[in-house]
């Protein structure tokens, strides 16, 4: 009897330490909680519980701990003075599942708030901790191992440096499309900080990886694959070469096409941006890819929405600006909105003045008649490039293109007075011509 009630008293203890756990962790998920818990001494009982002997209770305590620390810098930094950091690391390797998916989720939670928050998860072994979960055999902790990751890379060039010999490119063609996208997320957040890393990024096979990636997966790993890639595009022009050689122009030119999602192909088209914006050959990338079209029609599109739209603009503005081929210009002088159609003009002022057959070409396509036809504000620069423009002809063949011209000639005929002589004087002339052949018909029949 004895035995049993003893039993009894350390079950109730267990559940009693299992019901308070799981009681903070479901006060912790909601933010006007957070202060409350924490005056009330939650970070010390629940460190306690880190360390129990029950492993259900040691991950619920984790749990509950970083859903505290994720709303709040200040008890992420009380964290981080606690030592809770090593502690709940602490033979991460030989922990369930379960619990190493709560650790990380800890170790992400501090990291996410500040450079100096990353710091002290990667001082503390979170860096090592997380690697170690990166290489388990179960898809969810990898997927948590590799969000870690990025949230520490994403502050800073030291934090993705001290990251970036992971090896995590692999797990971006992942079969389970959870850790694809995290390893996309990762590489993503290195990529952006330097041109140092977004090299080794690309001289480890990024870029393939990248495009597979958004080729192959369904819908989710797609955005950070593509926001990877307009990160590596924008550090150099030869990275940017480098993703036109794989394909990726025409790749997220596919992707635009077939994309409904406002927010999706708004990073679409950013990341086009930075691959077209460096030189004319990148841009003819884009215009060999038919990219122009579909932006004007986004960009002109009343139900797409304003992010989008802007994304659009800034796209078509930096590419233009450095595109020089005149067949993918020549149709949107004729369908671009007045506020692109700037850049378009820009071009063929830059064009024209160097190139005879261009020109030639220009006005047989009806390029210096819409020209003609733009109507303009005195001293804009759009203004000053259709100047230019003009100086590239001849002023008569300027003159008949502009607006107005064929009513002026007709006006002119009308307006005309004839200045042909009397039908009378050409009468009496031609009856003097007659009476003179009579006579020397005559003359000629005496010699008979």
Known sequence: MTAR?????????????MSFVQTVAD???RTHNVECLENAGALDLLRLLLADTVPSIQQMSAIALGRLASFNEKIAQALVRREIIPQLLRGIDKQNKFYKKAALFVLRAIAKHTPEMASAVVHSGGLEASIICLEDFDMGVKEVAALCLG???KHNKSLAQAIVDAEVLIYMAHQDEDVSR???????EICKHSLELAQLVVNTGGIGGLIDLIGTSKSSPKLPAIMALGYIAGQSNQLAIAIIGS????QLALLLQEEKEDHIRAVIVWALGQIGKHTPEHAKALAVANIFPKLIELYTNPKCDEDLKAKCKATLKQV????????????????APPDILKYVVGQYSKILPNDARIRRLFVTTGGLRKVQEIQTELGSTLSEYISVINCCFPEEIVRYYSPGYPDSLLEAVEQYQPKCPSL????QRGSELSTNLTDSSCSLNEYE
């Open 151 to 153: 949230h520490i890379a």
């Open 320 to 335: 233009l600006q450095k595109c020089i081929h005149v067949e993918a210009l020549e149709p949107l002088l004729h369908d």
């Open 182 to 188: 995290n390893a996309a997320i990762l590489t993503k």
């Open 424 to 427: 009378l004087g050409v009468e």
């Open 5 to 17: 009630t003893i039993v009894q008293v350390f079950d109730q203890y267990q559940k009693a330490r």
């Open 247 to 250: 394909a990726g122009v025409i």
């Open 27 to 29: 006060l912790a998920s």
